[in-house]
């Protein structure tokens, strides 16, 4: 007899007393006299021991003996949800591949983000980057935080799902009112802020620099604020719990209201007193910030900000980029775009990245002896900017700019007990052309000769 | 006054008429003197249409108007499943980057698996990749056989979770016999098969090369073979009709059933035939193939065999390589492994992969005038074996092997409609170097200068 039964079905009630076979017996109507035995579809036999064991929804056989074959074939429910590490550990393979790198192409993601959420400001746009590691305000913490149109609470938890492509977010809760991808009319350059093109951008890069990220958001016309926080502690204790990971709670409250916020996190109270007259804005709270990433923010301040000021150097300075002898050649339209950054420690640094004047871009701009643009149009109906600079060996000098901080290639150590072996790649060369991607810097990508 | 509400609870339900404003002031308790609106904590105004469109689970506030501040904070229970595209498109990037190889890359990826299901066969160890493209047999099929160990249902369930990492797969329906990670021992060259690192590959790779993955398999010691298909399809089906849409069935049955095979399917009859008789084995069965990647399949068949001969060059041909002229340099174990690729159309070829006698690594072995091998040991535990070749130009002629097939970089075309930009590494050079990850060369690795 073969029979299939389900640990959920009321007939395999666990908590009952299991251990005696004439009772089991009786409960599947297996006639006294005859062998049976119940097996996992695994074929393992569910001894008293493995009964209480047995997790909820299990599949089980009623066979005569272990290695009986199964006359019909059963189907079995299985649930495959993935991973949470796929939401929090994504980024770490992505930047574990940028090295040195990774934490300035990890901040410059959640900047895309703030950029985009910016894009359609009537004022002036601000992003705002603060390194709370004053200890006084509690546990170090990393905010990026922007003064753009912010996210409804339906937003702020489409944010939260993992997937591949923006174009799939669901943006409002009635099927009416979904929101179609509408690519944005074409400017100079492409600096139309529609950079972050993988959904999975802000919540890898957060991820990246700390354990846990907390949003906090108000949209446009709302009079609440909307908080999610993502952790890996939490997801961990419900894995622990067997609770469902991908359950979480968004809290909705009026601005300025701190009271759920904990001393350890006390730095937070700033942050949200700031909400009060604020039309909208999103807050990006990175905390559980480890010591490495802490010193090399303080420590490298000026090399990171400068590589931001080079990433987004069409953004802070317009089309033209930062000439800074000739003004005839400046952009008519300078971005009212400010990208801050602020070091709150012993000492404070404040930095408004338009004031960088050794980025790379703002060096090739004033170095190079001659420019030639061009613009192509693709058959697809995009269009392709493109400078060529001169910089000539002239009067025994080279006129290419030197990097200042130039990236080290890492030292090849081959080692087959880490898979970096299966990332670095060739980039001990300097770079000869460079891509912007609507407008800002895609690292490392080079034009092939 | 505040109420917060939930479109779950019966107070709520949708199915009644509820276009009565009396009768709804009635059901939440409101004075009929007192004004009041239901809104979403989006704040979208829930009238009757929108009413008919709310869905399950969504909270609602009832307030006295619809900008009303919030006395006191609420929590609002979300929901963030990864999307199924994070299971079926992931490989999309990963394999878009590697451009013309992809197609090979993908394949070697299911190679890898199988190649570490059989590291611990006792007799030999047989990789087929069948392509089964002849219309008589049904839809096209490309088919992936090894005769390894197999997996148990509750493996298969896991092989299923999308994750980032192997090291945290469940393999036991029991606590108890849960695996853990062990570091295989060290043989030369590393050539233990212990190489899918990343738990996503076979996933990736078979949604790279078709829209629907079937995978079968036969534990050792178990008398039921084990079935789950993942397909596009389903899960589109699935999320149309809101269902949750990472649950399936795995289907448990005797060996050489294929009752439940279709006619459009019927290649899989005589792959269900060959289980008889085998003690374990798993098949990974690719279908909706696109047609490109067909005629690349079969047009340059002798060109991605002979790629594949040089990934696995080690696995194949043993410790040494393939010295074609002087035996004593051979290996003394050669490993029992044959990979076999056939293509089932008209005309069929069936080709041995040790067979291939000029995949780049045998041109680099038996080409070279001299070589430097060396051993290092890394200060945490691992080891790095080394072998240089010297290569000269010797005679007015160059000992340096040709690549055949060289692949082109592909020509930058440095659009902003599409991200190739963001992902094209400079590979118009040679590679001087190349890192074999546990015996398996690692495409487009290069040991920085």
Redesign the interface.
């Known amino acids: 007899m073969v029979t299939e039964i389900s640990a959920e079905a009321p007939v395999l009630d666990r908590r009952g007393d299991q251990s005696d076979e004439a009772a089991r017996k009786k409960e599947f109507a297996v006639p006294s006299d005859q062998r049976f035995v119940l097996v ?5 036999v569910v001894n008293d021991g ?1 009964y209480k ?3 909820d929804g ?1 599949t089980l056989y009623l066979l005569q003996n272990k ?5 019909v ?11 949470y ?3 929090i ?2 980024g ?2 992505e930047y574990f591949a940028e090295g040195q790198k990774s934490l300035p192409c990890a901040l410059a993601e959640l900047v895309d983000n703030a950029l985009s959420a910016t894009a359609k400001n009537t004022e002036g746009r601000t992003i705002e980057i603060q390194l709370l590691f004053d200890r006084t305000f509690g546990k170090p913490a990393v905010v990026v935080l922007d003064n753009g149109c912010g996210m ?3 937003q702020l ?2 944010w ?6 923006k174009f ?1 977010r669901e943006n ?6 979904r929101d179609t991808y509408v690519r944005p009319e074409p400017v100079p350059r ?1 600096l139309n802020s529609d950079i972050s ?2 959904g999975v951008g802000g919540k890898q890069a957060a991820f990246h620099i700390g354990d846990s990220v907390r949003m906090i958001t108000k ?1 446009i ?4 604020v ?1 908080e ?1 926080v993502l952790s890996k502690e939490e997801f961990q204790k419900k894995e622990q719990n067997k609770e469902d990971v ?9 601005p300025g ?1 701190y ?2 916020v904990t001393s350890s996190e006390r730095f937070l109270q700033e942050v949200i007193k700031e909400e009060t007259g604020k039309d909208s804005f999103t807050a990006v709270v990175i905390t559980g910030v480890c010591p490495e990433h802490i010193k090399y923010l303080k420590q490298d301040f000026s090399e990171w900000t400068r590589q931001l000021a080079h990433i987004y150097h069409y953004y802070i300075h317009g089309a033209n980029g930062n000439h800074k002898t000739d003004n005839s050649l400046r952009s008519n339209v300078i971005p009212q775009i400010d990208i801050l950054v602020t070091l709150r420690d012993k000492p404070s640094y404040s930095m408004n990245l338009r004031k960088v004047e050794d980025d790379m871009q703002t060096l090739y701009i004033n170095s190079a002896v001659d420019t030639f643009e061009f613009k ?1 149009k ?1 058959s ?5 900017d ?1 400078v060529l600079r001169y910089h000539p060996f002239l009067y025994d000098k080279e006129t290419y700019p030197k990097d200042l901080n130039v990236l080290q ?11 970096s ?9 300097r770079d000869i ?1 460079e ?1 912007f ?2 407008g800002r810097l ?1 690292p ?6």
């Not at 072996?421 to 060369?429: I, S, Y």
């Open positions: 996992t579809t695994d074929r393992t493995k064991e047995l997790q299990s290695d009986q074959v199964l006359p074939a059963t189907e079995e429910n299985i649930n495959f949800v993935p991973h590490n796929t939401l550990e994504s770490t393979f409804t609470s339906k938890n489409n939260a799902v993992y997937r591949l492509s799939m409002s809760t009635f099927e009416s009112e492409s093109y993988f949209p016309n709302s009079p609440d909307h999610l991908f359950k979480g709670t968004i809290l909705n409250r009026k209201d009271s759920h192509v693709t697809e109906g995009g269009t392709v493109g290639a890492p030292v090849e150590e081959d080692d087959d007990e880490n898979e072996g299966t990332m670095n790649q060739a980039r001990g060369k052309f891509c991607w609507n895609i490392y990508t080079t034009v092939s000769e």
